[in-house]
């Protein structure tokens, strides 16, 4: 569920496999039967949900980029006026983020379902078994995909529920449409054989290339070719992203208008006509702009004529200077995040031999010249390809057949992916000045020595490669009293710490922040059953219990697992701290 667009696709996993895109939402304005994807919208009547996708009039107060107040962390939370609108909004309903995505899941799994059901006939639910697949932005806090997850589930969405990154799941539409031999990337007739060999060039075994979303947001994404009978890739570079986007291009926009206008009479004009014209700019102006001196213009109900700013008639006229500066502005910071990007890839004795253009604002073609123009002469081909827009929604049906487990595929595509963060658990170790342990951190432990607490045992590095199916293990220690008598559970939490920098510090210090915590319970006679030992300083009776604490990465997030003496414990969860 992109930030403001929503897509659909599903697949019969059997057969052909085919997978179809569903691109007939109900669209009451629109001349235009078909649209790849719904806009991420919905309203409410008496705290009910009323309107969402393109049925929200232009009136109604409405919930734009709900999903990104899913995520604490996002900046974008105070830096967009239609996230800034909808937190507001929040406090009138008295509805959290959560609740608001899960109505949105709601309203789009019943249409999906209504899709298949005309397509696979009335009974198809006693036919088939579920699956679903969300993506999510590969920037997004573990906090904020597991609220996805959690409205998604609220929405009566199946148990069957998993999550993979949006550029993961684009890359794997866009390569998987090549390798298939299917003719994704555009160009002239006189053109696509050439394109198509030198995209076929850049997709050798050991050959690396960049996947960049565009959309509201962009999201970078870099792999190496590890084979191509079957396609394989390895994730070659921490992914990267920022707040550059479409999005800022109606923000820029929006406050060009009001700066001809004069702010006190855009004020006046009534939020709908404002509504129409940037939905206007949206549709005959942004998709369209190719860089070009072509004059545009846009319909604004109740601006006052002035023939000097080039407003007449409710109709303003976009000057082409000040089109390309606005673009320019966004393009820009785009293109510093995929040099960046190409960098860290650099950084892993790799070249970069194409760029991949995918995403609503991916498929722009001054987008694609400025980027074109930007590496001229370094090698890197920056292709765009057909179905842009829909290329994640499409990837990640295909991820879900590849990750089902009637899949026939011996390899997944991704075999491994490069951490974005440090993880690790805080613990205690016997106190050595010479490892750096401080006084602060000094206590006697229960066997009368001297231990460091708030130490770090790092599971993972920033950057470290990730195999497909790769599990964590480590062990965890737990001194404890119980009695004869005791009954019941005894609860244990283990807390996994993460963090950002490159260099993770050895001692818990204010860059480390808890990511979540892992909650087990054991029987007290079970516990009871471990030998005892006396504290020799405090003579109290003590019992130490270890456990085997398993973390299993995938594409974008993480299962935890706990075992006691080669057994799962029953009751294992893990709580995500909210990071706002």
Known sequence: MP??????????????????????????????????????????????????????????????????????????????????TSSKLLGVLHKTAEEIAADYFRLLWQYIQDDIQRVKGDNWRSIYTLKVVLTVPAIWSATAKERTLNAAQAAGLPENLTLVTEPEAAALAVLKDRNEGDEPLQAGHNRLMLHRKKADNCCKPGDAFTVCDAGGGTDLISYKVKDINPLQLEECAVGDGGLCGSVFL????????????????????????????????????????????????????GVEDDPEQGIDDDTIKLKPSMLKTVFDHVINQIINLVDRQIEEVAEQDLQVKAILLVGGFGANKYMHQRLKDAHKGNGVEVLQVNGAWSSICRGATMWGLENSKKSTATKKTVAARVSRHNYGICVSWPFDPAQGHQLVDRYRGTRGEWRANNQMSWLLQKGERIEEGRVLRQQLAHSLQVGFLDSGLRYFTQTLQYCA????????????????????????????????????????????????????????????????????????????????
Not at 52 to 66: A, C, D, R
Not at 275 to 296: A, I, N, P, Q, W
Not at 506 to 535: F, H
Not at 551 to 569: E, M, P, R, W
Request: charged share 30%; aromatic share 12%.
């Open 3 to 84: 930030s403001r667009h929503s897509g659909a696709s599903w697949a019969v996993n059997g057969g052909t496999k085919q997978v179809r895109l569903i691109n007939d939402w109900p669209n009451p304005n629109s001349s235009v039967a078909n649209a790849e994807k719904v806009p991420t919208i919905i309203s409410y009547q008496n705290h009910r949900p009323h309107n969402w996708g393109y049925n929200v009039e232009l009136t109604e107060q409405s919930f734009k980029w709900f999903k990104i107040l899913l995520d604490p962390t996002h900046t974008t939370n105070k830096n967009v006026e239609p996230v800034v």
């Open 250 to 301: 109606d923000s820029a926009f929006e406050k060009y208008v009001e700066t001809i206008v004069g702010k006190a009479q855009y004020s006046q004009i009534k939020v709908k006509a404002r509504k129409k014209m940037l939905r206007e700019f949206e549709m005959s102006v942004k998709r369209c702009y190719t860089g070009d001196d072509k004059e545009y213009s846009v319909d604004l109900q």
């Open 501 to 580: 920098d490159d260099d993770a510090p050895r001692r818990k210090e204010n860059n480390v922040k808890e990511l979540c915590t892992v909650t087990y319970g054991i029987d007290c006679t079970t516990l009871w059953m471990e030998a005892s030992y006396k504290d020799p300083v405090t003579k109290q009776k003590w019992r130490d219990a270890t456990f085997d604490l398993e973390i299993t990465l995938d594409s974008a997030i993480l299962h935890f697992t706990v075992f006691y003496k080669g057994n799962q414990v029953a009751y294992t969860k893990a709580d995500y701290k909210d990071q706002s």
